[in-house]
């Protein structure tokens, strides 16, 4: 800490000399100074994609990787992975990832200096944060205040206004009773929007678009906030009719350097749930980029941000943008800004949980290119996006020129029924946004998975689409376009279905096989650990 308030001070003191010189010998001086102070060690509080994701960069950084896993995860990929794994609890989550004192006694038990806790699970409790300072384990994430201060909607509404940050007209307050309600709406008028101010990902949103629906729908909301999130806080605002979802992805150190990466557009969603993204967002223009950039930092620094985190606005058809919330961790999108900055968002944050400044000012940063994601689920999208767990059989990623795969699974890995159906992510980058896309559709032609359903022939109808082709979509894409999405009319590949139908036969006739010489050969189940060729620490505590 000693030296970064010096870092402070000196620069402080020489900005008036402005000289190039100056400036390199300072970041080396900081540099060399922290070398001593990186972190050695680290924890991934999570599982499946994000984990191996983590782990890729520790790697590349010379960073020990410590793993933990559930009942269900023995055989995942990122067990397999990291230098050490430790098992955690049973299959729920709430009795694994979720259970911030094992997760803290197993970093203490490794020698882990770090916690990254991915996505999700625990990435945006402000309890585990603090709990990870007072036994002295550093959280790669932002501190607690700005948890608590972003994670609550009202508090954060009240803070962007503060800053100059327009947002969506609504509430400031708590909702008391239902005559303030009725009040609030009749000022803003309908249709409006009830969320609730700890939710996410969906939940706890109600839209009213008549007077006689309003009543019920906060009480729906309130209902459903109180399940999820253990508050049934809600508040008002005004639903803005087919706006574009896009966020714009910030960095911020602890010397009080903040950047933003540029944005995502996030706009193909099904029950507000993202589904492809893409950047760089083919509705903005640049005057447009650089104003709600500017003010993504500003909402930023509004909280005394550090780390890794996201700001998310919606976007009307007149190109007015509001403020929507903040993400205070990474988002499961961020390859696709990797791909057009080239920055290893995982790595800057390790940097800067390190106490390191950030490795680049805002004008050494430019999108190069576009780049697509699709994200590969386990769900069955023409049977009401079911879920779709069991055992995966046949596996075969794409691969090429602009083509990226976060994964987890692997034939023979059963996909679990306690977590996220995330198989993998996707991503394509192209020197166009056309070239991106066509990319995108030879990749996904080229996924093959059998064993369980997927969304991997939803995915492709997206990108074939001519209204996604153009960029001539918003939020509402997927409702408006269901019935073609749908369709069963429409045949893809019938060769290609052809040779899986094959391959699924020849499969059960080579296990069936399998079984009828079970009873002569004894078959070692922990062969598969051998063949990955790395040693584990495997425990259990």
Known sequence: ????????????????????LVQLFLHTFVADSYLGLMIKKVLIANRGEIAVRVIRSCREMGIRSVAVYSDADRRSLHVR???????????????????????IEVALKSGADAI?????????????????????????????????????????????????VPVVPGTQQKISDFDTVKRIVAEIGLPVMVKASAGGGGKGMRLVRKPEELISAVKMAQSEAMSAFGDDTVYIEKYVEAPHHIE???????????????????????????????????????ELRET?????????????????????????????????EMNTRLQVEHPITERVTGIDLVKEQIRIASGLPISFRQDEISQHGHAVECRILAEDAFNNFMPSPGLIRHISEPNGLGIRTDGYAYEGYEIPIHYDPMISKLI???????????????????????????????????????????GNYNTHFIPDHFDELMSAKRTENPVFEDMAIIAAYYDFISKMEKVAMSDFTVTQGSMNWKTYGIKKNLQHI
């Open 81 to 103: 992975y990291a230098d050490e794994a430790y098992h955690i609890g049973p299959s729920p989550s709430r009795e694994s990832y979720l259970n911030a004192d094992k997760i």
């Open 248 to 286: 714009f992805q910030i960095l911020a150190d602890k010397l009080g350097n903040t950047v933003h990466l540029f944005e995502r557009e996030c706009s193909i969603q099904r029950r507000h749930q993202k589904v492809v993204e893409e950047t760089p967002s083919p509705f903005l223009t640049p």
């Open 116 to 164: 990254h806790p991915g996505y999700g699970f625990l990435s945006e409790n402000a309890d585990f944060a603090r709990k990870c300072a007072q036994s002295g384990i550093t959280f790669i994430g932002p501190n607690p205040d700005a948890i608590d201060h972003m994670g609550d909607k009202i508090t954060a509404r009240q803070t962007m206004i503060a800053a100059g």
């Open 1 to 20: 800490m000693r030296t970064g308030m010096l870092y402070s001070y000196v620069k402080k003191h020489i900005i008036w000399l402005n000289c190039s």
């Open 428 to 470: 394509s980058w192209g020197r166009t946004r056309e070239e991106a896309i066509d990319r995108m559709r030879r990749a996904l032609f080229e996924y093959n998975i059998t064993g369980v359903k997927t969304s991997i022939r939803f995915q492709k109808r997206i990108m074939e689409h001519p209204d996604f082709r153009k």
């Open 292 to 324: 709600m950039g500017q003010a993504a930092v500003a909402a930023a620094k509004a909280v005394s941000y550090t780390g890794a985190g996201t700001i998310e606005f919606l976007v009307d058809g007149n190109r007015n943008f509001y403020f929507l």
